[in-house]
C-alpha cells in the first residue's frame, strides 16, 4: 500500500497576520505524527500538513483528494479512529486521532472470535 | 428509429424494454426473427431497476409443481445465456451459483422452511437441498450473527449483476438486429389473428406476432387481444451501502454483496398501488434483518435506496399465454425477470416463434384467475 | 420512536435559514435548525462567529454581514441543532437526522428548505487529480481555517466568485500566478441586453467593477476568452493548459482552483418529488415555487440559492418571506398582514435580484466546460466517462436514470450532486432535444448517508 510521505510543501499554510493560539493539536496520518492548529477539520489538517493523496478509487484505484471542502463530492474519505468512509471536510481534528488513508472500498471489519477453553473434571 | 407515416413492419413486435422485454426480444432475434422492442421513457417505473439480482430456486413454486420445474430450468440454462450475452455484446454480467441460503430466526421458521422444500422435493423430485443449524452455517458464513438460527441451503441458488444484465440484453439483441424504440407510451392494439398494428403516437408497427411484456402495463394492451392478465404492483424496498471488500460469496435471500462490492438488503412487499418511495419504517426493518444476520454490517453506511413496484398476479405466478382469440398475441409476464431471463430467452422465444409450448407452462394461463380457486403465494 | 412535534423545521444555517428561523420564532412559532456545521453560516458565511477579526476583514464587508445573522439567531428561541445530517424529509412534514450518532426524527407542520447552492461541477480533463479543487473549497479553507495556498495558485473559470476569491487572496499576499478567465468578448455581448438593469443595481456593479481594478492593478497574469482548459498530471495536478489569445498556453502548477459558477442544491426538493425546471439563463434546475417560497408539495418552502442562485442578501430576504407564507399557513399570521409585511421585503428583493440576469449571461459557462469532450469523466465516483455516457445514448438511453442503471452513473456516495447536470447536458446534448425534456436523476433519501445501524435504530 502506498504511504503517502509528504516530500514537497503543504499546498495550504496558514494565513499571515493573525494571531495564532499557542495550541497546537497532534494527531497522526497513516502513521506519521502530524501538527496543526486547533479548531480546523481533518482535511483542512491534512492539506496544511502536507498531504496531497487522500485515498484510492474503489473502481481503478485513482488517487483523490479534497474537492470542495462542504461535503458534497465525497472525495476527501479516510479512515479516522478505524471508522472508514468518512468524510474529512466535516470533521474536526482533535488531539490522538489517527487517521488514515482510504485505499479502496472499506472493510468489513471484525475481531477473530475468541476460543474459549473448556475445563474438563478429570 | 426515424419518425415516418408509413407503418414499421417487423416478424414480432416486443411491448416493454425490461428485462422480460428484452429476454425475449434477444432470444427471438438471435433465432434470426425482425424484432422490433417498443419502450417506455425514462421516468417509467421500470421493474427492471429495481430488483435483487438473485437467480433464485429454492422454496419457490411451492404448491405448484410446474413453478418450481421452470424456475429450475431457467437457473440450469443461466450460464449458457451468461455465455452468449459475454460473445454478443462484451458485457460479463457477473453470474455466479455457489447455492444460496435462507435464514431463519426462530425453530418455527426452521421447521416450516424444511416442510416447504420437502414438499417440494416430493414434488419436483431432483431437488437438492440442506437444513442447516446455527453451528453448521457458522462453519459456512462464519460472520454470520447469533440471531440466525438455521438456514436453508440449495446448490442451485445464484445471482447477478441485473442492470449489466438489461444492458447485455439490450445491446445483443440489437447485435442480432432487433430494433428499440424508447418513450413510446402503447396504448391501443389492432388486428386479429397473425396480423397486428400498434400504435405509438402516430407512428404504427405491424407484425403479426406481438409479445406483451410490458409489467404494469399489461393488463389493458392484454384485454385487446383476448387475454387476461391481472398484474397490479406490488413494492418492493431495497438499501444498497458502500463498497465493501469481498467477504460474502453465498447470495442470501435478504443480503446480499454484489459485484462491485455494495451491500444490497430487502425483501419486503407491500400493496401500496402505485407508489415506488420509501418508508422509513420499512427501511429500517430491512435494515435491522440485515444487522441481525451480519451483524458486521452495523457500521457499513447506506448509500441509496429505492422502491420499486414488482409486476404481481394475484397468486405470484407468471402469466405465460397465447391469445385464442388473436393467435400470435402473446402475453409474458413474471416478477421473476431475472431468475427466468434464461427461460424467456431460451425457451420462451422459441415457442412465439411457432414451436411447440414448453410443458410446464400450461398452468400459467390468464384464466385461472377467473375461477374460484387461488392458489398460494409464490413466495 | 415516537418523533417529537414542533411548528417549524429550518433545514440549513446560511443567510436563508438563520433569517428564516429568526423571522419564525419573532412570530412565535416554535422552531427547530438543524445544520450539518459546528456553527451558523452555510457556506457563504462559514465560520462567521469563530472568524478572529483579522479574517473577518480580510474576506471583505460582504462576508462580515453575516454575523448579524448570526448574532440575531442566537437572541431568539430557535433551537439550533448543530453538527446535524439532515438524511430525510417527507411529504408528511417528517424530517430524520443523524446527530452525536444517533437518530432523530421531528414531526414539523412546515418545513423551510434552506440547504443553498454548490459549485457547478467543472468537468475538464484531470479535474478529479488531487490538487485541483473549487474556488468555493479555497474559500472554506481560509473561513473556516484560516488556510491559503502556499505556492503561486492558478485560479480558472469564470464568475464573481472566482473574483472575489483573487481579491481576497490579495489581501491576504497570497501569490496569485495566473487568473485564467473563460469569459469571452461573446459573452459581453450576450450580457449587453442586460446592462440597462445592471446599471440600475449600481452598488453592485460598481464593487464588482472595484475588484476587478484592484486584481489588474496588482498585475496578475490575466488571460481572458480561455478555451478548452485541461488539467495536467499523472497521480496530482502539474499544469493547466488551455488556449487564449489564439495561442496554446499551459502554466505548471500543483494548485489549480476552479470556478464556473453556483447551482442550486436540490437534493431534497427533488426527493420531494417536487416538480422542478430547466433555467436556460441559469443552466439548472430551478424547483417550482409561489410567491412565498412554497413548492407544490404543500407545507414545504425553499428560501435561498436552492430555490435558484440570487445571492446571501436575497437569500435571506427569502427565508424572511418563506417565514411570512409558513406564519399564514399555520395560523399565526393572517393573510393581509403577511401581504403587508411582505411589501418592503419583496421590494429590496427585486433590488437585489436586479443584477442576476446581468451576470448569468456575463459568466455563462463554456458549452465545452458543461459538455465535455469523451475522455473526461463525468461521474467521479463511478468514473464514467462522457464517451461511455453517449455510448449509453446510442443504445437507447433517453434520460438521467437509465443511464444510471446502464452504467452507474449517479450511484456513487455523491448521489448525483457533480455529476448531474453534466449527465441531463451531455444526454440533451446527444439527443438533441432540450435539457428539460431530458429530466434529472430520481433522488431519494437517504440524502446524506447513514449506516445501516443507525437506521435499524440500534
Same mark, same amino acid.
Given at each position: 500500500m502506498p504511504i503517502e510521505a509528504p +516530500?514537497?510543501?503543504?499546498?495550504f499554510q496558514s494565513v499571515a497576520g493573525e494571531t495564532r493560539s499557542s495550541r497546537s493539536v497532534t494527531f497522526s496520518f497513516n502513521g506519521e505524527a502530524l501538527s496543526v492548529p486547533p479548531g480546523i477539520s481533518v482535511a483542512a489538517a491534512l492539506l496544511m500538513s502536507g !498531504?496531497?493523496?487522500?485515498r484510492a478509487t474503489p473502481v481503478s484505484e485513482s488517487p483523490r483528494a479534497p474537492y470542495?471542502?462542504?461535503?458534497?463530492?465525497?472525495?476527501?474519505l479516510v479512515s479516522i479512529d478505524g471508522v472508514p468512509?468518512?468524510?474529512?471536510?466535516l470533521i474536526d481534528v482533535v488531539d490522538g486521532m489517527q487517521v488514515r488513508s482510504q485505499e479502496g472500498a472499506r472493510d468489513l471489519q471484525f475481531e477473530v472470535p475468541s476460543v474459549s477453553v473448556l475445563e474438563v473434571q478429570p | 428509429m426515424k419518425r415516418s407515416t408509413a407503418a414499421i413492419k417487423a416478424d414480432v413486435i416486443v411491448v416493454g424494454g425490461g428485462l422480460v422485454g428484452t429476454a425475449v426480444a434477444y432470444g427471438l432475434a438471435r433465432n434470426g426473427a425482425d424484432t422490433v422492442v417498443l419502450d417506455q421513457g425514462d421516468?417509467?417505473?421500470?421493474a427492471s431497476r429495481g430488483n435483487f439480482g438473485l437467480v433464485w430456486v429454492q422454496g419457490?413454486?411451492?404448491?405448484?409443481?410446474d413453478y418450481a420445474r421452470w424456475t429450475r430450468s431457467s437457473a440450469q440454462r443461466w450460464a449458457d445465456l451468461r455465455d452468449t450475452l459475454l460473445a454478443d +455484446?462484451?458485457?460479463?454480467?457477473?453470474?455466479?451459483?455457489?447455492g444460496g441460503f435462507h435464514m431463519c430466526f426462530s425453530d418455527g421458521e426452521l421447521l416450516e422452511r424444511e416442510a416447504r422444500l420437502r414438499q417440494l422435493q416430493a414434488a419436483v423430485g431432483d431437488y437438492p437441498f440442506e437444513m442447516l443449524d446455527a453451528g453448521e452455517l457458522k462453519a459456512r458464513l462464519?460472520? !454470520?450473527?447469533?440471531?440466525? !438460527?438455521g438456514a436453508s441451503y440449495t446448490p442451485q441458488d445464484g445471482h447477478v449483476n441485473p442492470l449489466k444484465l438489461l444492458r447485455a440484453l439490450h445491446a445483443s439483441a440489437q447485435r442480432h438486429g432487433a430494433r428499440f424504440a424508447g418513450g413510446q407510451h402503447i396504448q391501443r392494439i389492432e388486428g386479429s389473428a397473425g396480423d397486428f398494428r400498434i400504435w405509438a403516437g402516430e407512428q404504427a408497427y405491424c407484425a403479426p406476432r406481438v409479445v406483451l411484456?410490458?409489467?404494469?402495463?399489461?393488463p389493458g394492451l392484454a384485454a385487446q387481444v383476448g387475454l387476461h392478465a391481472p398484474v397490479a404492483p406490488n413494492r418492493g424496498q431495497v438499501l444498497v451501502s458502500e463498497r465493501v471488500q469481498p467477504f460474502l460469496d453465498y447470495p442470501t435471500i435478504n443480503v446480499r454483496q454484489t459485484d462491485e462490492g455494495t451491500v444490497q438488503l430487502g425483501d419486503s412487499m407491500e400493496e401500496v398501488g402505485f407508489d415506488d418511495s420509501t418508508s422509513t419504517g420499512v427501511l429500517s426493518a430491512i435494515a435491522q434483518r440485515g444487522v441481525a444476520t451480519?451483524?458486521?454490517?452495523?457500521d457499513v453506511r447506506l448509500i441509496r435506496a429505492w422502491g420499486a413496484l414488482r409486476v404481481m398476479s394475484p397468486d405470484g405466478f407468471p402469466i405465460y399465454q397465447q391469445s385464442s382469440?388473436?393467435?400470435?398475441a402473446f402475453v409474458i409476464t413474471c416478477h421473476s425477470g431475472v431468475t427466468l431471463a434464461a427461460a424467456h430467452a431460451l425457451r420462451i422465444a422459441p415457442w412465439v416463434m411457432g414451436?411447440?409450448?414448453?410443458?410446464?407452462?400450461?398452468?400459467?394461463?390468464?384464466?385461472?384467475?377467473? +375461477?374460484?380457486k387461488v392458489l398460494a403465494h409464490a413466495h | 420512536m415516537n418523533p417529537e412535534s414542533v411548528d417549524v423545521v429550518v433545514v440549513g444555517a446560511g443567510p436563508a435559514g438563520m433569517a428564516g428561523a429568526t423571522e419564525l420564532a419573532g412570530l412565535g412559532l416554535a422552531v427547530v435548525l438543524l445544520d450539518?456545521?459546528?456553527?451558523?453560516?452555510?457556506?457563504?458565511?462559514?465560520?462567521i462567529t469563530l472568524a478572529p477579526l483579522s479574517r473577518r476583514d480580510l474576506l471583505g464587508p460582504d462576508y462580515a454581514h453575516g454575523n448579524v445573522l448570526a448574532r440575531a439567531l442566537e437572541d431568539t428561541p430557535v433551537r439550533h441543532i448543530k453538527e446535524a445530517a439532515v438524511w430525510q424529509v417527507g411529504r408528511d412534514h417528517q424530517v430524520s437526522y443523524l446527530q452525536g450518532g444517533r437518530m432523530h426524527t421531528l414531526q414539523a407542520r412546515a418545513v423551510l428548505l434552506a440547504t443553498g447552492a454548490m459549485e457547478r461541477p467543472?468537468?475538464?480533463?484531470?479535474?478529479?487529480?488531487?490538487?485541483v479543487m473549487t474556488a468555493g473549497a479555497a474559500q472554506i479553507l481560509l473561513k473556516s481555517a484560516g488556510a491559503v495556498p502556499t505556492e503561486p495558485v492558478v485560479l480558472a473559470g469564470c464568475g464573481p466568485l472566482l473574483y472575489l476569491l483573487g481579491w481576497q487572496y490579495l489581501r491576504a499576499g497570497v501569490p496569485i500566478k495566473?487568473?485564467?478567465?473563460?469569459?469571452h468578448r461573446d459573452d459581453y455581448w450576450r450580457a449587453r441586453r442586460h446592462l440597462v438593469s445592471a446599471l440600475r443595481a449600481w452598488p453592485y456593479l460598481r464593487k464588482g467593477l472595484e475588484l476587478m481594478r484592484s486584481l489588474r492593478q496588482a498585475r496578475i497574469a490575466h488571460f481572458t476568452g480561455a478555451s478548452q482548459l485541461a488539467i495536467e498530471g499523472?497521480?496530482?495536478?502539474?499544469a493547466l493548459s488551455f488556449t487564449a489569445n489564439g495561442k496554446a498556453q499551459r502554466i505548471a502548477s500543483r494548485c489549480v482552483l476552479l470556478h464556473q459558477g453556483v447551482v442550486p442544491n436540490i437534493q431534497f426538493s427533488q426527493s420531494l418529488r417536487a416538480t422542478h425546471a430547466w433555467d436556460p439563463q441559469q443552466l439548472c434546475f430551478i424547483p417550482l415555487r409561489d410567491s412565498?417560497?412554497?413548492?407544490?408539495?404543500?407545507g414545504v418552502f425553499v428560501a435561498g440559492d436552492?430555490?435558484?442562485?440570487?445571492g446571501a442578501q436575497a437569500a435571506a430576504l427569502q427565508g424572511r418571506l418563506a417565514a411570512l407564507g409558513i406564519a399564514a399557513r399555520l395560523g399565526a399570521l393572517g393573510a393581509p398582514q403577511r401581504d403587508r409585511r411582505g411589501v418592503e421585503l419583496r421590494r429590496a428583493l427585486s433590488d437585489n435580484l436586479r443584477i442576476r440576469p446581468f451576470l448569468d449571461a456575463l459568466y455563462r459557462p463554456r458549452d465545452e466546460h458543461r459538455?465535455?469532450?469523451?475522455?473526461?469523466?463525468?461521474?467521479?465516483c463511478e468514473e464514467v466517462t462522457a464517451g461511455q455516457l453517449r455510448q449509453f445514448v446510442a443504445m437507447g438511453c433517453a434520460g438521467p436514470n437509465q443511464a444510471k442503471s446502464f452504467?452507474?452513473?449517479?450511484?456513487?456516495?455523491c448521489q448525483g450532486r457533480l455529476c448531474g447536470l453534466t449527465v441531463t447536458e451531455v444526454i440533451a446534448d446527444a439527443r438533441q432535444v432540450p435539457a428539460g425534456d431530458v429530466g434529472y436523476y430520481r433522488i431519494r433519501p437517504p440524502i446524506k448517508p447513514i449506516t445501516l445501524g443507525e437506521l435499524a435504530g440500534d
Open positions: +516530500s514537497r510543501a503543504p499546498l !498531504i496531497e493523496r487522500f470542495c471542502m462542504m461535503g458534497v463530492c465525497f472525495e476527501c468512509n468518512r468524510q474529512s471536510c | 421516468d417509467a417505473f421500470r419457490k413454486g411451492y404448491n405448484l409443481p +455484446s462484451g458485457v460479463d454480467v457477473s453470474l455466479k451459483q455457489p462464519p460472520l !454470520i450473527g447469533k440471531a440466525v !438460527i411484456a410490458a409489467g404494469l402495463g399489461n451480519f451483524p458486521l454490517l452495523r382469440t388473436h393467435p400470435g414451436a411447440a409450448q414448453p410443458n410446464e407452462l400450461a398452468v400459467f394461463n390468464g384464466e385461472r384467475f377467473l +375461477s374460484d | 450539518e456545521q459546528g456553527s451558523p453560516g452555510g457556506q457563504i458565511y462559514r465560520g467543472f468537468p475538464i480533463r484531470g479535474w478529479t487529480l488531487p490538487g495566473a487568473l485564467v478567465d473563460t469569459t499523472t497521480d496530482s495536478a502539474q412565498w417560497g412554497e413548492l407544490d408539495v404543500p436552492g430555490g435558484g442562485i440570487g459538455i465535455p469532450a469523451d475522455d473526461v469523466i463525468v461521474c467521479r452504467g452507474r452513473c449517479g450511484m456513487g456516495p
